[in-house]
C-alpha cells in the first residue's frame, strides 16, 4: 500500500469534514476575482439595456430627420413651385433626400404617396400592410395637385434595428424592421392668380 492510501486510511472521517468544512469556508470567505465575476453577471443586461436606450433614441432621432424632410420638400407642393416647374416624384424624392444629412439612405428603404383630395376628412394616415406585415405601397402614386387643393402628403422609412434582443418591441415590420412615417395634409395656396 502506498503511503497516500495507508494514511488516508487512519485519518478518522470527523478529521477529513472538520478540513473540509474548513476549506470551504475559505474558499466562500475568498474575495479574489468577486468584482470581475459580479461584472459577468451584470454586463450583459447592462450592455443590452445601453443599446436598446441607443436603439429608442436613433428612431426618434430618424423620425425627426424624415419629419423635417418632409415638410421642406412638402413646401414646394404646398406654394405651387413643384406644380410650375414639373416635378415629378424623383424630384420629390431627391428634395426629401437632400434632407437627410447623410443620416438615412434613399434606396428602396423610402417610399413616398402625395395625392389631392377634396377634403381633410379623407386623408387617410394609416400604414398600409399586406398579409406578411410589409409595407404595401402598390397604391401609391405622386398628384401634388392644383392650387387651393388639399394634398395628402404620406412617406415612409423602413429603418434596420441593430440590437436583436431588446428591439424587438420596436419592430413593427418583418425582419427586425421598424417602419419610420412622417405625414403632411395642407391646402395648397392660390398660386397661378
Not at 77 to 90: D, F, I, K, P
Request: proline share 5%.
Amino acid at each position: 500500500m502506498s503511503f497516500w492510501g495507508s494514511r488516508a486510511m487512519t485519518i478518522p472521517f470527523t478529521i477529513l469534514t472538520a478540513r473540509l468544512q474548513r476549506k470551504a469556508e475559505a474558499w466562500c470567505q475568498d474575495r479574489k476575482g468577486a468584482a470581475a465575476v459580479e461584472f459577468a453577471l451584470v454586463a450583459i443586461p447592462f450592455f443590452f439595456l445601453i443599446f436598446g436606450i441607443l436603439e429608442v433614441c436613433l428612431i426618434f432621432i430618424m423620425s425627426t430627420v424624415l419629419e423635417n424632410s418632409v415638410s421642406e420638400a412638402a413646401r414646394k407642393v404646398r406654394t405651387g413651385q413643384a406644380q410650375e416647374s414639373g416635378y415629378t416624384e424623383v424630384e420629390f424624392r431627391r428634395d426629401i433626400c437632400n434632407e437627410f444629412f447623410n443620416l438615412l439612405s434613399c434606396d428602396n428603404k423610402l417610399h413616398i404617396d402625395v395625392r389631392s383630395m377634396t377634403k381633410f376628412s379623407a386623408a387617410d394616415m394609416s400604414t398600409p400592410k399586406d398579409a406578411d406585415g410589409n409595407l404595401d405601397d402598390v397604391g401609391f402614386i405622386y398628384d401634388p395637385g392644383e392650387a387651393n387643393e388639399i394634398v395628402a402628403v404620406r412617406v415612409y422609412y423602413e429603418w434596420p434595428l441593430i440590437t436583436p434582443i431588446i428591439s424587438a418591441p420596436l419592430a413593427n415590420l418583418p425582419d427586425n424592421r421598424h417602419l419610420l412615417q412622417a405625414n403632411a395634409v395642407f391646402r395648397n395656396e392660390p398660386f397661378g392668380d
